[in-house]
């Protein structure tokens, strides 16, 4: 007999409760091996790719690419045992638990638990269409067949006939009259992201399988406003400006939360220093020629890192961290630097583990590997967890210098300002000279004024001598 299995939803870093389906890369009556990846899902820190546990074939996907679940929630079901008897769908009777020594269980939330999958029952009766021409008449049926249940020879007799509308070239999406109106074909999801995006259904072409409006039409509605337009009124088109409604979740909702705690837990300071850096510009265009760092990218952020994590040795205060619950200060002997990273999916902060020990090429190797990996969407968990002080690299969009905000459970962050060709004084002459901006923003329960001072004034003159590095 088959034995199905339910794969949960499971925890892919400790603490979530929820993630988003992406995309599907299996579909019902496939078959899979332990260890495939057959889903992509988006949790609050990072998009993931998932591992089957079970060798077997796919019977049925219980969401949608979209949709937001619980952890712990089935999102597909799979048969262990693909050559026993065949059945359109799982009985409501659970199958016995049986060992499978296939199975793999590589993530939180997984558990050890057999759940039987059950389809769940469409609600009310189904509803009779009559078509007003022939062709009108099988996509109409066809496509309220593939979302409603099959169309009935007649109606019951308490049930009104209604006409259903004729679906004609160059007309909208196909539609259903149901007794409230004229209801667009599309899915739950769809629906659902629609009411969200505050998009009309009625007004949107649907492109899918007979007239069916489909994620992709939602989102580009929402997005360009390509909705199919009304008549326009005598004297001319009429210009409507409104509201666009998007959902927060993901890593802009987490961002969201951890800042405002951060903001009002944390007693922010905030302190600037302006920097000229042409000493430190010269050592990087002497640098691009060395052996040693051909083919590596030596931006001007590897250089505020290093001189970051060497100025912490003096000011140890600044890398570490306020517990609460036990009233102490957690002094930190190793550096996992963040960088403040602007990606598709929004502002996350991957870290550079044991940055204090690493040299300023491999500083180099490893900032360029963290960002490409954010840019695509692929840091995992792992890596955006656990810091003890940041960097963000505002210069980049070209501006000056901000009042950036403390990751939580940290106790500083410096905010690298665009390098700029500017007036400055030397030797009492006014020459040009490259000059930058820096700001940190610390927490005024750990870092003193005089710290917090010492530590943005050792940075500036290490990124204005970089010699000075050999006196720590």
């Known amino acids: 007999m088959p034995d199905f299995k339910s794969f949960p939803l499971p925890d892919t870093a400790e603490g979530l409760t929820e993630a988003e389906i992406l995309n599907w890369h299996v579909q019902p009556g496939d078959t899979v091996t332990v260890n495939q990846i057959i ?50 769908a799982p009985s409501s009777t ?6 499978d020594e296939e199975e793999m269980k590589p993530l939180v939330g997984y558990g050890a638990k057999t759940v039987t999958a059950k389809r769940r029952a469409r609600k009310g009766p189904a509803v009779p269409v009559e078509a007003a021409a022939a062709a009108a008449q099988s996509t109409v049926a066809a496509a309220f067949e593939h979302h409603q249940g099959p169309v009935p020879d007649s109606p019951p007799p308490s049930t009104p006939v209604r006409p259903a509308i004729p679906v004609v070239p160059d007309s909208p999406a196909a539609l259903v009259d149901l007794p409230g109106g004229y209801v667009p074909l599309a899915k739950p ?13 009625r007004k949107l072409a649907g492109t899918g399988d007979r007239g069916v409006i489909t994620r992709a039409d939602v989102e580009r509605a929402a997005t360009n406003g390509s909705v199919v337009p009304e008549p326009a009124p005598v004297g001319g088109p009429v210009r409507e400006r409104g509201e666009r409604r998007v959902p927060i979740k993901g890593v802009r909702k ?82 996992h630097l963040g960088i403040a990273a602007a990606t598709p999916r929004g502002l996350i902060v991957p870290k550079i583990r044991d940055a204090d020990t690493l040299s ?40 000056d210098t901000g009042t950036p905000i403390i990751n939580p459970g940290e106790s500083a962050i410096l905010a690298f300002g665009a390098i700029r060709d500017t007036p400055w004084v030397v030797d009492g002459q006014i020459t040009i000279r490259k000059v930058c901006q820096l700001a940190l923003s610390f927490d005024h329960r750990l870092v003193d004024g005089q710290q917090g001072s010492e530590f943005l004034a050792a940075v500036g003159a290490l990124l204005a001598d970089p010699a000075l590095a050999i006196t720590y």
């Open 189 to 201: 999801p769809v629906r659902k992201l629609a009411k969200d995006l505050g998009v009309d259904l």
């Open 254 to 335: 987490v961002t969201a939360q951890a800042m405002v705690a951060s903001a009002f837990t944390a007693p922010h300071v905030t302190e600037f220093l302006t920097v000229d850096v042409t000493p430190m510009m010269e050592l990087r265009a002497k640098l691009k020629d060395h052996p040693d760092f051909r083919g590596v990218k030596l931006t001007p952020l590897v250089f505020c890192a290093k001189a970051l994590v060497t100025a912490i040795k003096r000011t140890p205060e600044v890398n570490s961290s306020w517990d609460e619950a036990a009233q102490e200060i957690v002094f930190k002997d190793y550096v």
């Open 94 to 99: 659970p199958a016995p638990a049986a060992a």
């Open 360 to 399: 300023l090429r491999e500083l180099a190797v490893a900032l360029e590997s963290l960002t490409t990996v954010a840019r695509e969407g692929k840091t995992p968990p792992a890596d955006m967890v656990n810091g003890t002080i940041t960097i963000t690299n505002v210069g980049v969009f070209g501006v």
């Open 39 to 88: 889903v992509e899902i988006e949790t609050a820190k990072a998009a993931v790719e998932l591992p089957c546990p079970w060798a077997g074939v796919v019977t049925e996907l219980h969401v949608q690419p979209g949709q937001t679940v619980d952890v712990g929630t089935p999102i597909l079901t799979i048969d262990v045992d693909p050559g026993g008897v065949a059945a359109p």
